[in-house]
């Protein structure tokens, strides 16, 4: 029997028409790009738009985004698309992207790592990431992060980047995180329901609520030196020094909040203090202008991997990136919709990814959030309208220069 009716019956009219011979039929979508819509009996719709990798680097470029270019925002990602500048060129195709808190003061923070027009935004955390080189190859792959800081006579802790505090951390806090003061004090808070979550027991990592929870200092720092400073790069290493002790967060400025049970294993901390920041990553990251943290890694090598994620055994929408020598893949699977689409797991993904042709899939945030774009129109079946999400990918197509508004 073939494999993927074995593990899916819900996908059986897709693969009986493969295992006969038959090929998906794809249909022209401009220059590099072609999309496909499959119905089954499960009944699932499936949408999929593939971009020739030939036309990336040259015709086309990948790009992320970031609702209201803040860290703490959501968005529609139709909005973020249209919200693009235009001299980055026409969006043509896009997806929804990281897990993100969904309340609380960190309402919209990736779950994962972002790298977002060569700045970094937020470490990775989550079990891979996705992202291109400068040679145009494609990865997908777990990242850990080296983002630390480091005091007089040495010492060193491993820090948190624009994100929720634990009591038994660090964080720093760049301008780009946005309503950073602002008190949204919700009682919970978890992420899209289809695989991850960054607020679950096991993590450590605190429910919704305030930024921090009591107990824990906050920190300015300005620039000291002459070395590199605003926005943040990986790779490189950024000499401060405190200037005060406040949680008033000034353009120009990081702040660096510890938390509670921190505080005595730390050096004294006064204004002078001299503070070294070092942006890296393991993977080295280090020139890479875009990337997005998902995960888990749905197909390596061609082959399914053991996907252990929240609800994957459940039925949800569902959302990945795929790819091959010769094409990338935009994949959505709908759901939640009876009797027109009611979802899959994330094992079943995984398979109709590789009937596609894909040799490495990652997963990307699903369930409300699943969003497929092309030429500037939603084109899969949402379950529940146009959801606000933290961050996206889209597929541009460069300005000409005959027509720079392209």
Known sequence: MNFWVARSFAAAAVVCQLAQGEEITWQKSGPGLAMTRLTNSGPVIFSAVRIELDYLNKDLSLITTLASNQVVGTEPLLSQVRALPKELGTPVAAMNGDFFMMSGAAKGDPRGLHIWRG?????????????????????????????????????????????????????????????????????????????????????????????????????????????????????????????????????????MMVGSNLLASVPEITNGTPVTITAATEPDLSGIQEALGTGPMLVQGGQPSEVTARMSEQLHPRAALGWNEKYLYLTTADGRQKEISVGIKLAEMADFMIELGCEEVINMDGGQSTTLMLNGKIINQQSSGLHAVANGIVVLRKPTPENPDD
């Open 119 to 255: 700045e970094l935004v937020s470490v990775p955390t989550g079990p891979a990431a996705f992202w291109q080189d400068a040679n145009g190859k494609l990865h997908g792959e777990a990242v850990s992060s080296r983002f630390t800081v480091s005091w007089p006579g040495g010492g060193t802790n491993l820090s948190g980047l624009n994100e929720q505090l634990r009591t038994n951390s660090m964080v720093i806090f760049t301008p780009r995180m946005g309503r950073l003061n602002e008190d949204r004090t919700t009682t919970n808070s978890a992420n899209s329901s289809s695989g991850r979550s960054r607020n679950t027991a096991d993590t450590g990592i605190p429910q919704g609520g305030p930024i921090r929870p009591p107990g824990g200092r906050e920190y300015i720092l300005e620039h000291s030196g002459t070395g590199p400073w605003l926005p943040l790069r990986v790779g490189h290493v950024y000499r401060a020094k405190v200037v005060a002790s406040s949680n008033r967060l000034s353009a120009g400025k990081m702040m």
